[in-house]
């Protein structure tokens, strides 16, 4: 006997309570675990539990047809004849060993019509089910299979009803069967969806009884419903097929619930590495988060600012283009949300580093910035500028340790690669350069410190003239 919540019961649960109903599936007929000897309870339930002590093999009949048997199976019971003859429902409980081998039934139980086993211990099937003509039930619960061959339940010619909930299956192909509608039941299981199930959305024969409750188990999609995760896997893999991205590779990365707990919104990657672009595609599917465009030609990042398809990509990888400028995201929406921005490898030997770093400063959601391996060229104070970003943000620009910028050296005109985090005025800068950039910093101090005491003064003679009544000697000497 199968212990269960109603199917409708199940479907009302929030997710993450559905697959607690079915971890606790069990088979009546298991559960005993020590001698009863309650006048209440019937005979039959004495008897198996009186066969409970020690870890050999132990087998029960029950009349009329009843054979419950706990750690495997009495071979040589069941080869001497007798009632165990009769034997047409089959519980085996607490299976002991990895696998169970079906072909063991044909020889045993060649007229069994339902087979119920259980057991921590169960990982896989060894053999597909040989034919038994009469076996209509098959219920393999509670164990840790993970593997079910498409063909295993193939030549069970009146299979009715196969049951496999509550196992560690992590995905399935769609079974082939010889009888004619066969209930399925795998609630449950751990399914990867990350996998490919989407067979599962074209299935219409309503075999598979309970796929609407089906709940991914995965890193990805852990508590998002099996069907769900499908649907936009295959929404996303038609929307891949458009003109401008073909030959990209497009995946839902990660499906957020939304703030009503009502729907999901999907987070799409889209993979246009070593494609050919020239330019960023004018096409993306919509929710796209993350795209990879590395090691193609692109020359400038343009469709960022003008392209609505690129509003929600948060992280973009550009790896090894030919990008000699990011000047044109300044002040732009994007680069004011942007969370991972790579750009390395590419030709670029300047920035506008006050741009950046004020969208970096706007930017709560920044993670990373990669701008590492690019030309950058050591100006005097265009390096000293950069060289203050990468010392402020080091945490964000990942590859700071890791980045260089080059001067001319003037004795044989080759270039020198210094890394901008240790470079000094005195490595980089000509003393005519230097001299500039001393005087102008002087003098900056010098306008400071005056408007100071301008202003120190201006409040004096205000406080004077407020409690004195005088004005400033100034004021009174002037015509």
């Known amino acids: 006997i199968l212990l ?11 997710l993450s ?29 004495s008897s198996i539990a009186s066969h409970l002590n020690g870890n050999r093999p132990a087998c029960v009949f029950t009349p009329p047809n009843r054979t419950v048997c706990f750690r495997g199976i009495e071979t040589k019971r069941f080869q001497a004849g007798g009632r165990f ?27 069994i019509e339902r087979l119920a086993i259980t057991g921590r211990v169960l990982q896989r099937l060894a053999h597909d089910f040989p034919p038994l003509p009469y076996l209509r039930m098959v219920n393999i619960t509670g164990t840790r299979l993970n593997h079910t061959a498409v063909n295993a339940f193939y ?17 399935i192909q769609p079974y082939r069967f010889r009888s004619g509608h066969v209930e399925v039941y795998l609630q449950g299981n751990l399914w990867n969806c990350t996998n490919d199930m989407i067979w599962l959305l ?75 672009f020239y330019q960023l595609p004018q096409y993306l599917p919509g929710n796209t988060t993350v795209l990879h465009m590395a090691r193609n030609k692109l020359q400038s990042v343009d469709s960022l600012t003008t392209n609505e398809h690129y509003q929600s990509v948060q992280d973009i990888y550009l790896d090894e283009n030919r990008i000699t400028s990011i000047d044109i995201l300044e002040d732009t929406i994007w680069l004011d949300n942007f969370r991972i921005l790579s750009l390395r490898g590419n ?22 910035v990669y701008l590492s391996n690019n030309p950058w060229r050591c100006g005097c104070r265009f390096a000293i500028r950069f060289q203050r970003f ?17 001067f001319i050296n003037d004795d044989d005109g080759r270039k020198l690669y210094l890394p901008v985090l240790t470079v000094t005025p005195n490595d980089i800068c000509r003393p005519s350069e230097h001299n500039t950039a001393a005087f102008y910093n002087t003098l900056s101090i010098i306008f400071a410190t005056l408007i100071i005491l301008i202003f120190t003064k201006l ?21």
């Open 4 to 14: 269960s919540i109603p199917h409708a019961t199940i479907a009302q649960l929030p």
């Open 17 to 45: 309570l559905q697959n607690l109903v079915v971890e606790n599936v069990a088979i009546e007929e298991c559960a005993f675990r020590a001698p009863v000897h309650s006048p209440t309870v019937p005979s039959s339930s």
């Open 85 to 111: 003859n009769l034997t047409r429902w089959l519980i085996l409980c607490d299976w002991p060993l990895k696998s169970f081998d079906p072909l063991v039934l044909g020889r045993l139980v060649p007229r």
């Open 155 to 171: 030549e069970l010619e009146r299979l009715q009803v196969l049951n496999l909930r509550g196992n560690e299956l992590e995905q």
């Open 202 to 276: 074209k299935e219409q024969s309503r075999q598979y009884v309970d796929k609407p409750t089906l709940v991914c188990k995965d890193w990805k999609y852990t508590g998002r419903p099996v069907l769900t995760a499908m649907e936009y896997k295959r929404v996303v893999r038609e929307s891949c097929l458009h003109e401008e991205i073909w030959n990209c590779s497009c995946h839902v990365s990660y499906l957020r619930l939304s703030d009503n707990g009502l729907s999901f919104h999907p987070m799409i990657m889209v993979n246009c590495s070593d494609r050919g």
């Open 347 to 368: 030709r670029m030997n300047r920035i506008r580093v006050y741009s950046v770093e004020h969208a970096i400063e706007r930017n709560p959601g920044v993670g990373k």
């Open 390 to 406: 990468l010392r402020k943000h080091e945490s964000l620009v990942a590859d700071s340790r890791n980045i260089t910028c080059y």
């Open 459 to 479: 409040a004096y003679d205000y406080y004077h003239y407020r409690k004195y009544g005088k004005l400033p000697w100034l004021i009174m000497k002037m015509p």
